[in-house]
C-alpha cells in the first residue's frame, strides 16, 4: 500500500494535457493500486494521474456503487445523455466546492488493468465522476467550467 502526494492547485501539472499509456505493464499496474490507496486515504471518489503528478491517462473511481472500483487506463467518453447539475469537489482543490453542469448518463470505455478494453455507463454521481476525471486527464479542473466557486467551512458548511 503506498499512499501518494495529492497535488494542490495551482500546480501547473493539473493544467497540463495527460500522455496515453502505450502499454499495461506491471509500472502502471502499481500506478493504479497506488492511486486507489490514495484516493480511499482521501476519502476521495475518483483520482487521475495528474493529481499525483503524473501525466499519463490513467483514473480510478469509486462512488460506492455495485462496480465497486473502476480502473481506466486511456478511458474516453464515447456517449454523453440528459443533464445535471450540482455541487461538485476535487481533492486537489480543498475547501471549495462548484456549482457543475455535466451529462447525466456517460459510457466510457479504456483498458483495465490487465489491458483488456472494458465500457462502463454510468448515471448520477458515477457519471460526474468520470467526466470530472477525464477532465483532468485534459488539464480542466472543475473550477473552470463552474457556475458558481464558493468556499466550505472546517464543519462543511457553505461560506461566501
Do not use: W
Not at 29 to 40: F, N
Not at 57 to 82: A, C, K, T, W
Amino acid at each position: 500500500m503506498a499512499i501518494r502526494i495529492i497535488v494542490i492547485e495551482p500546480d501547473e501539472v493539473l493544467h497540463q494535457i495527460a500522455k496515453e499509456v502505450k502499454k499495461v505493464t506491471p509500472n502502471i499496474q502499481k500506478l493504479l493500486t497506488d492511486m486507489a490507496d490514495t484516493m480511499y486515504d482521501a476519502e476521495g471518489v475518483g483520482l487521475a494521474a495528474p493529481q499525483i503528478g503524473i501525466l499519463k491517462r490513467v483514473i480510478v473511481v469509486d462512488v460506492g456503487d455495485e462496480n465497486g472500483l473502476i480502473e481506466l487506463v486511456n478511458p474516453e467518453i464515447v456517449s454523453m445523455e440528459g443533464e445535471q447539475f450540482g455541487p461538485e469537489g476535487c481533492l486537489s482543490i480543498p475547501n471549495l466546492r462548484g456549482d457543475v453542469r455535466r451529462a447525466l448518463t456517460v459510457t466510457v470505455k479504456g483498458l483495465d488493468r490487465n489491458g483488456n478494453e472494458v465500457t462502463y455507463t454510468g448515471s448520477e454521481l458515477l457519471a460526474r465522476a468520470f467526466q470530472h476525471e477525464v477532465d483532468h486527464l485534459n488539464g480542466v479542473l472543475y473550477t473552470d467550467i463552474a457556475e458558481r466557486v464558493y468556499e466550505i467551512t472546517s464543519e462543511g458548511e457553505e461560506k461566501e
